[in-house]
Each structure stands twice: as structure tokens, then as C-alpha cells.
């Protein structure tokens, strides 16, 4: 059985966009298991002293928008830098993929729902859209979204949140393996696969990261 990473991210997260194929290819090329653990950013931010993209300095805003192009170009996306609904309150997408892995596989309908989002300019606050998604990905739209509104849902939301601040998640996406926390789609460069049973850490450098950290993260 191949080892398991542990993804905390948000569906409000561009990153977490930009590094999902490449995501779902290392899972399949190294038998890699991964738990989907969806969290609050606004809550992750306020205990870890992150500062909401609302709220951050222009240079760091400006910054985001060249690592934002330069990503969009390395892997190929026909990504919009300022979609029609961004920023949005991203906690009913949240809980419905939390509610969707509780049952289903979870890669075809994150990869459609981020296309919703950052190519086509849909709305993931509205529960339509997250319905219209699922639906056309053979999910139970209606059904998911009662779960997602459940209490149960709710907890688990809250669970991913104390989680991530217990391993020391700041940001989305983060990848944790075996207690190693990679921050950003750009950090899964380290974790380098030798068998579908042994995955070799390389350590962090960061080099490059200290001037605007949080760049390829959320």
C-alpha cells in the first residue's frame, strides 16, 4: 500500500488550482494515497498570522500576479488572474468536497470546479453551481450539498482547520507526509517517489522564498 499525504487546501486557492494535475499525476505514477482535508483559510491565517489576499500590501499583490502569469504559462492553463468571483466565501465549496470524499472520488470534480472558477468565471459561493458541477461529473449534486450543509460536514470543517494549525499549515496548498509539511504547489518538487512503498524527503531550501513568501501559496 502506497504511503499518504495528507492535502490541506481551499477551493478559494488559485495554488491549489494551479498544482492540482500534477497532484493527481504523482499520486498515480507512485501509488501515493491522499486525504482531502479541505480548510477555513480565514481561520488558518488568523492563528498562524497569514493575511488574507483583501488585505495584503500592493507589492505582495503585484508579486502574486507575476508568479500567477508565470505559473499560468508553465503549465499550460488558460487561467484568469482576476476571475469575476474572487474573492468569495469559500466555505459551502469547502464542505462539499469534504462531503464528497466521504463517499466518492474527489479529482474530477476539484479539476472541473477550479476550471469553473478560474476559467469560465462561475460563482463556487453559489450552491447551483456547485450542484450543475457535480452533476456533470456523475455525483449527486443534491445530495452532496445536504451533506456539505450537515453538521457533520461542519465538524470536519472545523477538525482540517485544528489539524493544519496542530501540523503547522499556513497556507494552501500544503502537503504533509509523515509529519514533513510542504507549502505550495511549486514545493511538490520535494517529494521525490523511490517506490510505491518508500517516498525519499528532500529537505527544504526555500531559497528565493524570504522576499515574498507565500508566492506560489495561498
Not at 22 to 51: D, H, Q, W
Request: with cysteine; aromatic share 10%.
Amino acid at each position: 500500500m502506497g504511503r499518504t499525504i495528507e492535502y490541506y487546501f481551499s477551493m478559494h486557492s488559485p495554488w491549489a488550482y494551479i498544482g492540482h494535475i500534477p497532484l493527481c499525476e504523482l499520486m498515480r505514477r507512485f501509488s501515493l494515497n491522499v486525504t482531502y482535508k479541505p480548510i477555513s483559510l480565514p481561520k488558518v491565517f488568523a492563528e498562524t498570522g497569514g493575511v488574507p489576499v483583501t488585505k495584503r500590501h500592493p507589492a505582495r499583490l503585484r508579486y502574486r500576479m507575476v508568479e500567477l502569469q508565470r505559473w499560468r504559462e508553465k503549465r499550460r492553463l488558460n487561467l484568469k488572474l482576476r476571475p469575476k468571483f474572487f474573492p468569495f466565501d469559500a466555505e459551502l465549496a469547502d464542505r462539499f468536497v469534504i462531503a464528497m470524499a466521504a463517499r466518492h472520488g474527489s479529482d474530477s470534480f476539484l479539476l472541473r470546479a477550479f476550471e469553473a472558477l478560474w476559467q469560465e468565471e462561475q460563482d463556487l459561493a453559489d450552491a447551483k453551481t456547485l450542484i450543475t458541477i457535480a452533476d456533470a461529473t456523475g455525483l449527486p449534486g443534491e445530495k452532496l450539498l445536504a451533506d456539505a450543509r450537515s453538521s457533520e460536514a461542519k465538524s470536519m470543517y472545523d477538525k482540517n482547520v485544528a489539524d493544519a494549525i496542530a501540523a503547522d499549515v499556513i497556507g494552501s496548498p500544503t502537503y504533509v507526509l509523515d509529519g514533513e509539511v510542504f507549502w505550495g504547489q511549486d514545493r511538490m518538487i520535494f517529494l521525490r517517489t523511490l517506490s510505491s512503498a518508500d517516498v525519499d524527503l528532500i529537505d527544504q531550501t526555500h531559497e528565493g522564498a524570504g522576499a515574498f513568501e507565500g508566492a506560489n501559496k495561498t
